[in-house]
């Protein structure tokens, strides 16, 4: 077994999920502007980063690879590292991330301490601790562990 999918169907799935119908606010907008967007939409996220199909891409590798390596596996998974995420602008354009780019200084720092969800976001997940335990990198635990 490569990865579990019921993990995947978990707090990846929340994390993606998140940006469904919801507005992506970067934080060097103008603030009357997040301000308007906040009261305008319960549901939105805030990004230390741009919103475009390139830095989506990267804030997307980074929370995964950070779930990726905070997930307890028990059905014999071994060493799940994540390759690239693909982000569709349209059926034939897209943004691919790969590792370095995720990382890279040059094109922003993505710190997951800046990246803030909004409580109608949070309200949604499973485990409604599961922005906290990302930025505190606690580990999760195989729901049929439990």
């Known amino acids: 077994m490569v990865y579990d999918f019921g993990l995947m169907k978990l ?3 929340d994390i993606i999920d998140s940006f469904d ?4 606010i970067w934080n060097n907008d103008d603030k ?6 906040k009261n305008h939409s319960d549901r939105w996220v805030k990004l230390p980063v741009s919103p475009s199909a390139e830095q989506f891409s990267r ?3 980074v929370i995964i690879d950070r779930l990726l ?3 307890n596996t028990k ?6 590292k994540l390759h690239s995420i693909i982000v569709h602008e349209t059926a034939t354009g897209y943004a691919q991330c790969f590792k370095e780019d995720a990382y890279s200084l040059q094109m922003g720092n993505i710190s997951l301490s800046e990246v803030i969800f909004s409580k109608a976001v949070q309200d949604d997940w499973h485990d409604l601790l599961l922005w906290t335990k990302i930025i505190k990198k606690k580990k999760f635990i195989n729901p049929k562990d439990v």
């Open 75 to 80: 059905n014999g998974e071994k060493d799940v």
């Open 11 to 13: 707090n990846i799935k």
């Open 69 to 71: 390596q905070l997930t």
């Open 59 to 61: 804030v997307f590798f």
């Open 32 to 37: 009357e502007y997040i301000n308007d967007m």
């Open 21 to 24: 119908h919801a507005v992506t």
